[in-house]
């Protein structure tokens, strides 16, 4: 949705002949989560269902979840006629929708008491974290809150302040310049930046050596079977000797 939305109005207004869109039809768009999770990380916040008012948690929307199941019935179809095989598929896609809708009730039921377990963590959770913000910071966000979804039909990157922000750690470059900046300015002596670098360099050195070494050591069955292979070798070359000089011996 995120590229579809980009020129879709302008695709609708070319067949404005097929497709007639009311001038008052709000639009609204949105990835589900099972695909939302693919796309780029900003798309989360701004196209998710989760945030989105009255759209709730969908689940069982999608043929993918299916894949698992119908995943069995590509060995018969693959040798069938086009409409054996069409009929086959139908057959099995219909006996999963009938199941879907008579065990739907039982279904629901078990989601809801998950859901209530759930529910009672996010209430604990939440609890303490307005405890810890403040009371201030709570009653800003809860405007913030309020506001978002008039604003995100516009410009969803408003929707971005629901997501967690994330700060690019320092690289080791980084940090090495730093230690090495502040060495005059403490009671360290000068080198300790360096020093400091080159142990950590020698320590993953160290780790990459234990890593070849554990690949290149064998599981004791391997070993055994190394050792058994190796034996027969050996007898066999011995008994190869072994004729190779009576033949000699009885040549002469």
């Given at each position: 949705m995120c590229?579809?939305?980009?020129?879709?109005?302008?695709?609708?207004?070319?067949?404005?002949?097929?497709?007639?869109?009311?001038?008052?039809?709000?639009?609204?768009?949105?990835?589900?989560?099972?695909h939302v999770h693919g796309h780029m990380k900003e798309c989360y916040a701004r196209y998710?269902?989760?945030?989105?008012?009255?759209?709730?948690?969908?689940?069982?929307?999608?043929?993918?979840?299916?894949w698992h199941i119908l995943n069995y019935t590509a060995s018969s179809a693959r040798a069938m006629s086009w409409f054996?095989?069409?009929e086959y598929l139908d057959c099995h896609i219909g006996d999963s929708n009938w199941k879907?809708?008579?065990?739907?009730?039982?279904?629901?039921?078990?989601?809801?008491?998950?859901?209530i377990l759930q529910r009672e963590d996010s209430e604990e959770y939440f609890a303490k974290l307005s405890e810890f913000v403040g009371p201030?910071?709570?009653?800003?966000?809860?405007?913030?809150?309020?506001?978002?979804?008039s604003q995100r039909d516009e410009s969803p990157e408003v929707m971005d302040r629901l997501d967690v922000s994330e700060e690019k750690a320092q690289g080791k470059i980084e940090i090495q310049r730093r230690l090495a900046e502040t060495e005059d300015e403490s009671t360290l002596s000068n080198g300790t930046a360096a020093w400091?670098?080159?142990?950590?360099?020698?320590?993953?050195?160290?780790?990459?050596?234990?890593n070849d070494v554990r690949k290149r050591i064998p599981n004791q069955l391997?070993?055994?079977?190394?050792?058994?292979?190796?034996?027969?070798v050996d007898c066999s070359q011995k008994s190869t000797r072994s004729l190779l000089s009576q033949s000699i011996i009885l040549v002469v």
């Open positions: 590229q579809y939305w980009t020129n879709f109005l302008t695709r609708t207004n070319a067949v404005k002949d097929l497709i007639k869109l009311n001038d008052n039809l709000n639009i609204k768009r949105g990835i589900g989560l099972f998710a269902p989760t945030f989105i008012p009255g759209a709730g948690m969908l689940d069982g929307e999608i043929i993918e979840t299916l054996h095989r069409q879907k809708l008579t065990r739907m009730v039982a279904t629901l039921i078990r989601k809801r008491k998950a859901c201030a910071r709570v009653a800003k966000w809860g405007e913030e809150e309020q506001l978002m979804p400091l670098a080159l142990g950590l360099k020698l320590e993953e050195q160290q780790i990459e050596l234990l391997m070993r055994g079977n190394l050792l058994f292979s190796r034996s027969v």
